[in-house]
C-alpha cells in the first residue's frame, strides 16, 4: 500500500510540473504576443504622423502645381503616401485586433457611395495594369446603411487592390447582395471577383493569417 501511494504522490508531482511548465509556456506565450501587438502599435502611431505631414504637403504643392508633368509626378508622390498610409493602418489594425480595442463605429451611409469611392481611390492601380474595375449592387439590397463605412471601404479596398495586384489585363468586380433581411437588419453578401492566377487550393487557409501571403 505505501509503495503505491508512493507511485500515486509522484504521479501527482510530475503532473503538477507538468501544469506548471504549461502554464509558464503560455504566459511566455501570451507576453511575447502582446510585447509584438505594443510594439506594432508604438511603430505605427510613430509613422502616421510623419506620412500624415508628407500628405499634407504634397496636397498643397498639387494645389499650386501649373505645370501638367510637375502635377503628374506630385500626384504619383501622394497616391503612393495614400497607399504607405494606408498599410501603416493596416499593421495598427492588427494590433488593435490582437488587444482586444477594435471600435467600431454606427453610422448612416450610402452603399453606392462607399463602393465607388474605394474603387476610384484604385482607379489609377488599376490603369495601369489595364484592369477594368466595375461594382453592381443587386436589386432588393438596402441603399443606406448603418455601420462602420471607414471600416468597410478599407475591407473593400484590401481585397480589390489585392484583385489588381494578381491580374493583369483583366477585370475586378465587386458585387453586393441582401442574404437576409429582418425587420431593420440586414445580412450583405460582398463578393470580390477577378480574372487573374487565382489561389491554388492548399494554399487557401494562408490568406486569413496575419502577415501571411499565397504566392
Known sequence: MNERT???????????????????????????SRAKSDFLATISHELRT??????????LALESARDSRQREHL???????DSLLAIINNVLDISKIEAGKVVLLSEPFNLRDE???????LD???????????????PRTPGVLLGDRDRLRQII??????????TTRGEVTVEVRCERRVSDRAT??????????GIPKEKLGKIFTAFEQAD
Do not use: C
Open 6 to 32: 508512493r507511485e500515486l504522490t509522484s504521479e501527482v508531482a510530475a503532473h503538477q510540473e507538468t501544469s506548471r511548465d504549461l502554464r509558464a509556456a503560455k504566459e511566455a506565450a501570451e507576453a511575447g
Open 50 to 59: 510623419p506620412m500624415h505631414v508628407i500628405l499634407g504637403m504634397s496636397g
Open 75 to 81: 500626384k504619383v508622390l501622394k497616391e503612393s503616401a
Open 115 to 121: 463602393l465607388e469611392a474605394a474603387l476610384n481611390s
Open 124 to 138: 489609377i492601380l488599376a490603369r495601369d495594369k489595364e484592369v477594368t474595375l466595375s461594382w453592381k449592387i443587386v
Open 157 to 166: 479596398i484590401n481585397l480589390v487592390s489585392n484583385g489588381i495586384k494578381f
Open 188 to 197: 450583405l453578401h460582398f463578393r470580390v471577383k477577378d480574372t487573374g492566377i
